[in-house]
């Protein structure tokens, strides 16, 4: 995973639904029959009424962190516990 941190002037701007289809395709595939509905209904449902807008940010830096990391093994753990009965050890 990469975090991008970016710093610069940004302005709202007017949301256009044939950009937002452009980007949309790129990662949902052109076919719209197979989108999760809420992508549809963010690309077709009135902006005013939902708030959608652009987000145009002019960067003056970008920084990037790599952030993926690999899980270590499991270590078994044996388990000391005495059962009940005197002298006899618990499950390990």
Do not use: N
């Not at 710093?7 to 937002?20: D, N, Q």
């Not at 992508?39 to 920084?63: E, I, N």
């Amino acid at each position: 995973m990469t975090s991008v941190i970016a710093r610069g002037r940004a302005e709202l701007v007017p949301f256009g639904v044939e950009r937002g289809r452009r980007k949309l395709v790129r990662c949902q595939g052109a076919d719209e029959e197979r989108w999760d509905e809420r992508f549809v209904h963010y690309l077709y449902d009135d902006p005013a009424q939902r708030g959608t807008v652009w987000l145009r940010l002019k960067p003056v830096s970008l920084v990037a962190h790599d952030l993926s990391h690999t899980v270590a093994p499991l270590r078994r753990r044996e388990s000391c516990a005495v059962s009940s009965v005197a002298g006899t050890q618990g499950p390990s």
